[in-house]
Nanobody, 124 residues
């Protein structure tokens, strides 16, 4: 099994920044993709960003492009999400996800491993 632990959430004013971290432990061998999803109250969990360790290729949903940056350390199985210029609509619980084989990085059903989530609240 793989355990994912997120940290770094909190309350910030609009225009501010936060940095989320996610550390994977356990049977992390061959983890190929790590990602961030978010879920706002009453809404479905949605893709935010992902990174494939091979080639360090990154992916973003359109609403965060230019504001959020995903990065990570493959050797440490740790992924980060730097969030700048935060908006109230970014308010959600942010979840870290990981898997060994991902065909469509934006599809939450493809990920087997999930963290417990960290709350991000952006006030206007």
């Amino acid at each position: 099994q793989v355990q994912l632990v997120e940290s770094g959430g909190g309350l910030v004013q609009a225009g501010g920044s936060l940095r989320l971290s996610c550390a994977a432990s356990g049977r992390t061998i061959n983890i190929a993709t790590m990602a961030w999803f978010r879920q706002a109250p009453g809404k479905e969990r949605e893709f935010v960003a992902a990174i494939r360790w091979t080639g360090a290729r990154t992916y973003y949903t359109d609403s965060v492009k230019g504001r959020f940056t995903i990065s990570g350390d493959n050797a440490k199985n740790t992924v980060y999400l730097q969030m700048n210029s935060l908006k109230p609509e970014d308010t959600a619980v942010y979840y870290c996800a990981a898997d060994r084989t991902i065909a469509i990085v934006t599809d939450r059903h493809e990920y087997d491993y999930w963290g417990q989530g960290t709350q991000v609240t952006v006030s206007s």
